[in-house]
């Protein structure tokens, strides 16, 4: 009788402490509180460009760096094209930003090598997002987590939030990777507003 009541609360002391382990999401949830409590704001994005900024100041700089040749009219005139010369290939990103009530709020990016074919394997989506993470942390720093993809399933993607600015890496398709920047302040105004 002693040995299954001992075997009993080992048994409950093993359910107990597996119901306790935090998820990576409940782990990310946390950080992002506490990089949000901590009223630290990070708004400086790339090219001079920031979050929080007006859209016509971010026409008038685009305007600036077109004259001077380091950018040009992205696919369709919708985006703005800027051609990576830090890359061990040529690549390129492609950038237009989200905005709210006339202020930029959110920074997506597009990556892609500019030979990418199927059949050429030093220009797949798996050697552009090394690439692409060494970019974001020469621009923002280390300190990236690798996360399970929420737009590819059985992917990863990386996850990095300091104060209010969430960077998230990750692939598209075989040829793309994505970059999207927010401010977590501004989201978080706008989903409590739907």
Not at 124 to 131: G, N
Request: aromatic letters at 12%; one cysteine or more; charged letters at 25%.
């Amino acid at each position: 009788m002693k040995r299954f009541s001992f075997i009993l609360i080992f048994l409950s002391i093993l359910i107990f402490a597996s119901s306790c382990e935090t998820t990576p999401e409940q782990e990310y949830r946390k950080r992002e509180a506490r990089e949000l409590a901590s009223g630290v704001r990070n708004d400086s994005l790339f090219l001079g460009l920031s979050l929080g900024m007006t859209m016509d100041a971010f026409y008038e700089r685009c305007w600036e760096m077109n004259k001077k040749g380091l950018i040009m009219e992205g696919a369709n005139n919708t985006t703005v094209h800027y051609p990576i010369q830090e890359f061990k290939h040529p690549a390129n990103m492609e950038f237009y930003p989200s905005s709210e009530n006339g202020y930029v709020t959110a920074m997506p990016i597009s990556f892609a090598y500019d030979g990418w074919a199927p059949w050429n394997k030093e220009l797949q989506a798996d050697k552009l997002i090394v690439e692409v993470i060494a970019l974001m942390e020469n621009w923002y720093g280390p300190g990236f987590t690798e996360i399970e993809n929420p737009t590819l399933v059985g992917s990863n993607a990386f996850l990095k939030v300091d104060g209010n600015r969430r960077i998230t890496v990750y692939y598209v398709d075989e040829s793309k990777v994505k970059v999207d920047i927010v401010d977590l302040v501004a989201l978080k105004k706008s989903e409590k507003k739907n």
